[in-house]
């Protein structure tokens, strides 16, 4: 087992009377992406503002890097780094010039800034637009300045909260790769996110939030697993195979006229070998087999009773 990079316990946030967050655990591993899911108003941009010291829980505690949130939030912040909802960068400084300025507020001495924000422009692909202000960048391009922005401290864990929201699917591509290569080298991201694709892209495991409560905790195909509607699509290569599998499979749906049939599964490998082993031991030919998983809207509806905000402009 990792060290924990995050470890949180009974963290609670009331505004008034609405309760945002009551009462959850958190403990995520060094080197890892913990991704939150939630629809709006759930309570994820609240945690991630408790965890990185913006905001001071109501209840309950948690240690980031080893300091402690309550005794030590300097620690905390000098462990960490956060990329907002909404880009941070300065459109009146060019891009180089915001990473100087980080690295001035973060007193790296002036020689090690400047090395630093020119490796992280390179790194970023943003060396062509150093000279220029982010009011010319492109979506993608302000993500990618803004969370080079907070690397220039070199922190142990990030709080990335929804950075892909309204980048197009090219932009989002790019900033997994990012977060793939920062994992890589040992850092451990916290994601909030409304896309369980990039929760399912990215994610070592997923927390699903909802009215201020975990409701689910997994990986992302076990959460997908737990939704009803997952099966296997079985076709085959005449008539008489597929009668021979109806009989087989008592619990399925014939399609005639495909040659298909319908086979609830949970998607594990052992349900499928013991589909496919029952199908040998009667000697009966498959021509080919597919496999179906919930979706993200079936996911959300299940767990949390909302379509997502995704899915919801997805339909318009």
Do not use: C
Not at 294 to 316: C, I, N, Q, Y
């Amino acid at each position: 087992m990792r060290n924990p990079a995050i470890s949180a316990t009974g963290l609670r946030k009331s505004y008034g009377d609405k309760v945002v967050l009551d009462g959850i655990d958190l403990h995520v591993p060094s080197g890892t992406v913990f991704s939150l899911l939630g629809p709006n108003g759930a309570g994820k941009t609240t945690t991630v503002n408790i965890l990185s010291t913006l905001v001071t829980p109501d209840a309950g505690g948690a240690t980031i890097a080893g300091a402690d949130l309550a005794t030590d939030p300097d620690g905390v912040r000098a462990a960490i780094g956060l990329t907002g909802q909404f880009s941070a960068v300065d459109n009146l400084l060019t891009g180089e010039e915001n990473l100087f300025l980080m690295a001035d507020l973060h007193h790296l001495p002036r020689r090690e800034g400047r090395k630093r924000a020119a490796e992280l422009l390179e790194r970023f692909e943003l060396t062509d637009a150093a000279k220029k202000t982010p009011s010319t960048f492109s979506g993608g391009m302000r993500r990618k300045l803004d969370l080079a922005m907070t690397l220039i401290g070199d922190p142990k864990v990030i709080f990335l909260d929804e950075p892909t929201t309204g980048l197009d699917p090219r932009s989002r591509r790019t900033m997994w790769q990012i977060i793939r290569d920062l994992v890589d080298g040992g850092v451990t991201i916290f994601l909030t996110t409304q896309y369980l694709e990039e929760a399912d892209q990215l994610a070592d495991r997923v927390a699903v939030l909802d009215g201020g409560r975990i409701v689910a905790l997994g990986t992302p195909d076990e959460l997908k697993r737990r939704v009803p509607g997952g099966h296997m699509q079985l076709k085959f290569p005449d008539a008489v195979s597929l009668r021979d599998a109806t009989r087989v499979l008592r619990v399925s749906t014939s399609d005639d006229e495909a040659l298909a049939l319908r086979v609830p599964t949970d998607g594990t490998v052992a349900a499928l070998r013991a589909v496919l082993d029952r199908l040998d031991d009667e000697a009966v030919a498959v021509a080919s087999l597919t496999v179906h998983t919930p979706d993200l809207d079936d996911v959300f509806l299940s767990l949390t009773g909302h379509r997502t905000e995704a899915t919801k402009e997805m339909a318009r």
